[in-house]
């Protein structure tokens, strides 16, 4: 049986990242992280947008996903670059804004570069990952029960965005539903998009989007093991970003 890490929302953060993985142990030869235990690496989404460097995280993740070292599933901000991308009319805010100027700070051969590379990386993922023979679901904003195995527009919207009203907070966030307060099923689901000071555990659910690009932490979940590994962020500490679903 394969082993995982499954890192959290790393949103530009390389700095962090390469902390993090350094931590769990893996070994890195041109670009390529390697465990002797031969662990798989597994990002689950927005690894782009709002950090320092989100190139350094693109091509982090495309390099060791083509080596087979390594498995991404795509977040909300990974869907809104990509769309951006392919020339769609989206709004650049909430942190896709600070990846645009990156990608206009390279000359074009590089800007080439790692647009080709991320839509590669975007168009090769699955929706969501079914590993260890359903045991281990890795999705971005988590999945319900009735979802696993179906790839339909409500299965895209709710792993992307979560469990989502249609409503809006006071701060122009969308209210999100507490989907895995009410779950109970058989398989581990490991998600991230709504940050928590703390990894969050809750039936058979682990949230680990611990806000690294708001001052939090960069968490990784090692599976089987169900151990979690955090380095601390270096980014200004934001407390109106953290979510505590709990009260």
């Given at each position: 049986?394969?082993?995982?890490?499954?890192?959290?929302?790393?949103?530009?953060?390389?700095?962090?990242l390469t902390k993090l993985i350094?931590?769990?142990?893996?070994?890195?030869?041109?670009?390529?992280?390697?465990?002797k235990d031969d662990r798989k690496l597994v990002f689950l989404g927005d690894i782009t947008d709002r950090g320092p460097d989100s190139i350094g995280v693109i091509e982090l993740v495309y390099k060791n996903v083509k080596a087979g070292k390594a498995l991404y599933t795509p977040g909300n901000h990974c869907n809104k670059l990509y769309r951006y991308l392919l020339g769609h009319n989206v709004k650049i805010i909430h942190g896709l804004e600070t990846t645009v100027e990156e990608l206009n700070a390279l000359n074009d051969s590089q800007r080439k570069s790692v647009i080709s590379h991320f839509k590669e990386l975007y168009e090769d993922s699955p929706m969501y990952l079914i590993l260890d023979n359903k045991k281990l679901i890795v999705a971005h904003a988590g999945i319900?029960?009735?979802?696993?195995?179906?790839?339909?527009?409500?299965?895209?919207?709710f792993v992307l965005y979560g469990d989502i009203t249609g409503e809006r907070n006071p701060d122009g966030t969308p209210v999100r539903l507490d989907w895995a307060k009410d779950y109970r099923g058989s398989s581990l689901i490991v998600y991230g998009h709504t940050p928590v000071k703390e990894p969050r555990f809750l039936n058979n659910t682990v949230n680990i989007d611990t806000g690294c690009v708001f001052g939090g932490s960069l968490t990784a979940l090692s599976y089987p093991e169900m151990k979690a590994s955090s380095v601390?962020?270096?980014?200004?500490?934001?407390?109106?970003?953290?979510?505590?679903p709990d009260n």
């Open positions: 049986m394969t082993a995982y890490d499954i890192i959290g929302d790393v949103h530009g953060c390389y700095e962090e350094d931590i769990l142990g893996y070994t890195c030869k041109d670009g390529i992280y390697v465990h319900p029960e009735k979802y696993i195995g179906y790839y339909g527009k409500n299965v895209r919207r601390k962020s270096s980014m200004p500490y934001d407390e109106s970003r953290f979510r505590d």
